[in-house]
């Protein structure tokens, strides 16, 4: 009789997480564990995929233009070889006689739900009820919940759908596009560089990304620095001396000059000697024209999801992502922290009500145990729901990346930076529940008359700040780093077009600020001239990249789309990292290990071109973006599953039949030309091996 059930999860470690959780006397057995009415199996990642081209027909083992476009009408799937034997052990416990129920433990988001369905599929699992466990941790208590609230697999039939449709788009555009490409520009390619061999690789997401990359190297390539020249007065403000910066006003005597370079500076050393001339260089004072008085508040930062949390640990720690995403998956199952595959950075409303679970747990934690303490005194975590941190509109599978206030026991066994990224993930998280950060703002606005033009006067202006209240800040004292290396605690660099404010730590000098008042005269103790001049771009580090790959809506002009793609970005949380590391080790992108700087390859550039010229659209943020909307629409039922399928057999079909038809080589050449003064790599090869300058 049909009595037991089977408990499935992605990993082996999971699936003793959830072992532990069930409490049950379990027998270890060969890829299981037992119990009188439950088993406990686990997946090793994925034990199915996609069969190649030749597995349908010998004949596309040949690379050949004439079995192109390749779109098979019902797809195949196969064993991955080195795992057959844990599939055949999951084969024979979900078919089994006396198993009644299937809970599906694989991670919660699109690739579990996809890892699991093609294990049910080649198993032919028949006549059981499949319940799907959704977590967002893996404490005992959330293991039990998502047991307990299991849901029947069927209402994830939307998001599987999605799942087999993203892998047969990454298959259909790789395998396609990367045979039409490789058979029509790889030959040039090869012996452009003087390679053995050569193979273009075409990636739905990875070539859109290696695009983004190679116009940015461009950008900086292709700039321009400008000089420019800023005027400072030091004003004498109780016995310290001040910097206020010129800027051009409508009685400046250089309104509307050819002379400036900006309203702040002007394009010749001269231009900013003959002001110095005009407003004459000693015994001066400056009028007050303004001083204004304000208050300013700087709010805790949303908490962590995948990306940002990839971004900071690229800028802090110098990890690529793959690495943080390791790091972050190793805290999820060490029960440190919550589900680390989310684009969300807010709460839910559910874990809102129980968050006070979450603090007292993280009293045990030293490095931030007076911090939660503290939290819980003021019992400040009682409004955190009507706050912007919690939003259960801005959540689609998981809340954002928090500390569970469990799992201690694993700390010690953490990595050095595995610490650390815990670190700032409990930081982040306690930040929210202090106040902001609150400052004193002071602006002043002085005047000189233009002695050598009668009526014209030159204003100056300063800005100072002061920190009245740290708030947050206090909680955002990292353990690793400096204050100046500390993002969170301390200002940010002004944005270009807005004043430098000076920080002010002497607190009399700020509370003589505050007295100044219009008509006050300051003494100008002296003038001085900066040189400055305009920066380029900045390359992207393995952290920003990520950043832009989820926001890609910065690169499309029409608002209309950009708008449709908000949330969809790049890829996903899942996947971005992946696909980083991919272009880094086919070698179309270079990553700094030291730096995380970012930067094509000659050979990167080269395919970049050979795209461009030949499939432009892949390389178009708005094309890659609009299909990872596709996909989110079919999860969420607005799209048809064989609507989207119909669409893509449709591009594939075209966008490889343009390659067939056309053949840009001889324009190649050029582009190639042109790419290679950038590189030290020369194509010559002599005495049978390629020489490098």
């Known amino acids: 009789m049909a009595n037991k059930s089977v408990y499935i999860a992605e990993k082996n470690s999971v699936a003793q997480a959830f072992a532990g959780a069930l409490k049950k006397n379990f027998s270890r057995r060969d890829g299981y564990l037992e119990s009188d009415d439950a088993i406990v199996t686990w997946c090793v990642g994925h034990l199915v995929t996609m069969s190649?081209?030749?597995?349908?027909?010998?004949?596309?083992?040949?690379?050949?233009?004439?079995?192109?476009?390749?779109?098979?009408?019902?797809?195949r799937y196969e064993v991955i070889r080195n795992v057959s034997k844990q599939f055949n052990i999951v084969k024979g416990l979900l078919n089994r006689d006396d198993v009644d129920t299937i809970y599906i433990c694989t991670d919660s988001g699109r690739e579990g739900e996809y890892i699991y369905r093609l294990v049910d599929m080649q198993a032919n699992v028949k006549g059981k009820v499949r319940k799907r466990v959704w977590i967002d941790s893996q404490t005992e208590e959330e293991i039990l919940r998502g047991i307990r609230e299991a849901k029947d697999d069927s209402e994830y039939d939307n998001l599987g759908a999605s799942a087999f449709l993203r892998a047969k788009e990454d298959y259909l555009m790789g395998i396609n596009f990367s045979r039409a490409l490789t058979l029509r520009y790889a030959y040039s390619i090869k012996n452009y560089l003087g390679l053995d061999k050569c193979v273009i690789s075409v990636g739905r997401v990875m070539t859109c990304?290696?695009?983004?990359?190679?116009?940015?190297?461009?950008?900086?390539?292709?700039?321009?620095?400008?000089?420019?020249?800023?005027?400072?007065?030091?004003?004498?403000?109780?016995?310290k001396k001040c910097d206020a910066e010129w800027r051009v006003t409508q009685d400046s005597h250089f309104d509307g000059s050819p002379e400036l370079y900006s309203e702040k500076g002007f394009k010749a050393k001269e231009g900013a000697e003959k002001l110095i001339r005009e407003v004459g260089t000693r015994d001066r004072s400056a009028t007050v024209e303004k001083c204004e008085t304000k208050k300013e508040v700087k709010n805790p930062p949303l908490l962590y999801n995948l990306a940002e949390l990839?971004?900071?640990?690229?800028?802090?720690?110098?990890?690529n992502p793959d690495e943080t995403l390791a790091i972050a998956q190793e805290l999820y199952e060490k029960k440190l922290t919550t589900y680390p595959r989310t684009d969300a950075r807010v709460m839910s409303s559910a874990i809102a009500k129980v968050i006070d679970q979450n603090i007292k747990g993280l009293t045990a934690y030293e490095p931030c145990s007076v911090f939660a303490r503290a939290i819980l005194q003021h019992e400040s975590y009682k409004g955190i729901a009507k706050t912007r941190y919690v939003n259960d509109k801005a959540i689609t599978d998981h809340y954002a990346i928090i500390p569970t206030g469990q799992g201690f026991s694993a700390i010690s066994s953490l990595s050095p930076t595995s610490a650390l990224v815990y670190e700032i993930i409990v930081r982040r998280f306690l930040a929210v529940f202090y106040p902001p950060a609150t400052y004193q703002k002071v602006g002043l606005e002085l005047s000189l008359p233009n002695l050598d033009n009668e009526g014209k006067r030159e204003h100056f202006f300063a800005n100072f700040k002061i920190l009245?209240?740290?708030?947050?800040?206090?909680?955002?004292?990292?353990?690793?780093?400096?204050?100046?290396?500390?993002?969170?605690?301390?200002e940010e660099a002004p944005k270009d077009g807005e004043d430098a404010e000076q920080t002010v730590t002497d607190e009399e000098l700020f509370e003589y600020l505050k007295k100044i008042k219009k008509g006050d005269e300051l003494p100008i103790e002296s003038f001085e001239i900066k040189e400055g001049e305009t920066s380029p771009p900045k390359r992207y580090s393995s952290g920003t990249i990520i950043l832009t790959m989820e926001n890609a809506g910065q690169f499309i002009e029409d608002e209309e789309l950009r708008a449709q793609i908000k949330g969809s970005g790049i890829g996903t949380s899942a996947t971005r990292a992946g696909i980083l590391t991919k272009l880094f080790n086919i070698g179309y992108l270079n990553l700094n290990k030291k730096t995380q700087i970012i930067t094509p390859t000659q050979m990167g550039e080269m395919v970049y071109e050979t795209v461009l010229c030949s499939m432009k659209p892949m390389l178009n943020p708005a094309l890659t973006a609009s299909w990872e909307k596709g996909l989110t629409g079919v999860a969420d039922g607005s799209i048809s599953e064989q609507e989207y399928l119909n669409k893509l057999n449709d591009f594939v079909t075209k966008r490889t039949n343009m390659v067939k038809q056309n053949d840009y080589r001889n324009a190649l050449r050029s582009r190639f030309d042109y790419v290679a003064p950038f590189y030290k790599t020369t194509k010559e090869k002599k005495n049978g091996r390629t020489q490098k300058k």
């Open 468 to 490: 009245t209240g740290k708030g947050y800040l206090h909680v955002m004292d990292y353990s690793f780093s400096k204050k100046k290396d500390n993002k969170d605690s301390e």
């Open 52 to 75: 190649y081209p030749e597995v349908y027909d010998e004949k596309f083992a040949k690379w050949s233009f004439d079995t192109l476009p390749f779109i098979p009408e019902n797809y």
């Open 310 to 319: 990839q971004n900071d640990c690229s800028r802090l720690f110098k990890i």
């Open 209 to 239: 990304v290696l695009g983004i990359v190679v116009d940015r190297e461009r950008e900086i390539r292709n700039f321009v620095k400008t000089p420019f020249y800023r005027v400072l007065a030091g004003a004498m403000i109780n016995g």
